[in-house]
């Protein structure tokens, strides 16, 4: 019923910025929650960024300060924006959201929904 997919991810040298999308679609009845968790090789799947339906939003210790999750309600989206990044970054960022959708019976169902995953390499 729902679909997330990214965009975004990429090379960039140490320092630089890059800025990652997802976009939900489908029959979408309501976003609780949208995160964002990397993985990088052979290290367990880490949450990194998370924004609520309120709009409060909360981030792991090793990215605060230079990340920043935020969205766009209209068009079902939310972003990642980092800035000052390092080698340590370097990871398989996936998307993941917290979604009531409607289902071919009429009725809802609340699951979690995860995008293909997008790779981001920072390398000198």
């Known amino acids: 019923q729902v679909q997330l997919v990214e965009y975004g991810g990429g090379l960039v040298q140490p320092g630089g910025s890059l800025r990652l999308s997802c976009a939900a679609s489908g029959s979408i009845f309501r976003i609780y929650a949208m995160n964002w968790y990397r993985q990088a090789p052979g290290k367990q799947r880490e949450l990194v960024a998370t924004i609520l339906s309120g709009g409060s939003t909360n981030y792991d210790d090793s990215v605060k300060g230079r990340f920043t999750i935020s969205r766009d309600n209209a068009k079902n989206t939310v972003y990642l924006q980092m800035n000052s990044l390092k080698p340590e970054d370097t990871a398989v960022y996936y998307c993941?959201?917290?979604?009531?959708?409607?289902?071919?019976?009429?009725?809802?169902?609340?699951?979690?929904?995860w995008g293909q995953g997008t790779q981001v390499t920072v390398s000198s």
């Open positions: 993941n959201a917290d979604i009531a959708a409607r289902r071919y019976s009429g009725s809802y169902s609340r699951d979690d929904y």
